[in-house]
């Protein structure tokens, strides 16, 4: 009984290691209204260990969300996103784990025509 007690604590305190996403890039096209995202979210079980929301603010209101039940790609998020905004405007973006990790990157619309 002694031992199965002690085991029971062991695995208890085993710590879980999730990664959180992380290297976040966003690139927006004027042109096309489309904004590419890429993150970095290494996983094996892409069913168990997924980036699972994706919040996309522009001038810090937020003006899309989205819910995923798996990761596609076992290396992170490769995404393209509709949204229209001007030059001068900011975009922000928050990624969410389904073990609760968060990454957060943001960029603002310059006109590279010029």
Known sequence: MKQFILMFVVLLSTPVFASSPFDVTLTYDVE????????????????????????????????????YFWQKLPKGLEADYSLTAEVGDKISLEITCIEGGKAAAETTVVDISK
């Open 32 to 67: 096309k209204g489309i904004l590419h995202v890429s993150a970095k979210h290494p996983s094996d079980r892409t069913d168990h260990h997924y980036i699972n929301r994706v919040k996309i603010f522009k001038n810090d209101a937020l003006v899309d969300s989205q819910k």
